[in-house]
């Protein structure tokens, strides 16, 4: 019984020993595919970066390049409606020089005219008190 206990423990020994190798073939195996792996994903991860920092690089040129455009274009504008402010506010400015002018004018000449009217006024004022002294001293016959 001694020797079948022994040729048994014998065949599990050999038996434990080829499982130990298929297990240490298989974690060589699996420690060269996930090395392979891990090469595939850090070639992966640096071509991605490299696609994203050009594509950084690239937006950034576009969007300092229309930056630029627009401040550019926002300056001309700006320019320009100054200008157009500026020609209103001359032409403005001119007419309403004139209008001033000519109201002055105006209001002067009717200034005069009330000044004259106030002599004419003056005058038949005196001449028609004059005309009823006359009337009332033909009246009372003083004439």
């Known amino acids: 019984m001694t020797s079948r206990l022994d040729a048994l423990r014998d065949k599990m020994d050999q038996h434990a020993v080829d499982q130990n190798k298929q297990m240490n073939e298989l974690r060589r195996e699996l420690t060269g595919k996930i090395e392979a792996a891990d090469t595939k994903v850090d070639t992966a ?6 696609r994203i920092d050009t594509i950084r690089t690239d937006l950034t040129n576009r969007i300092e390049t229309v930056r630029t455009d627009l401040t550019g274009r926002i300056e001309t ?26 109201l002055t004018g105006k209001i002067d000449s009717v200034k005069q005219s009330l000044a004259s009217a106030k002599v004419w006024a003056l005058l038949l004022y005196f001449a028609l008190a004059g005309s009823l002294l006359a009337v009332l001293a ?6």
């Open 45 to 50: 991860n640096h071509d991605l970066t490299d």
């Open 77 to 102: 504008l700006r320019t320009d409606l100054t200008n157009r402010i500026d020609s209103v506010r001359t032409d403005l400015t001119a007419r309403i020089d004139t209008v001033h002018t000519d």
């Open 138 to 143: 033909r009246g009372f016959k003083w004439i």
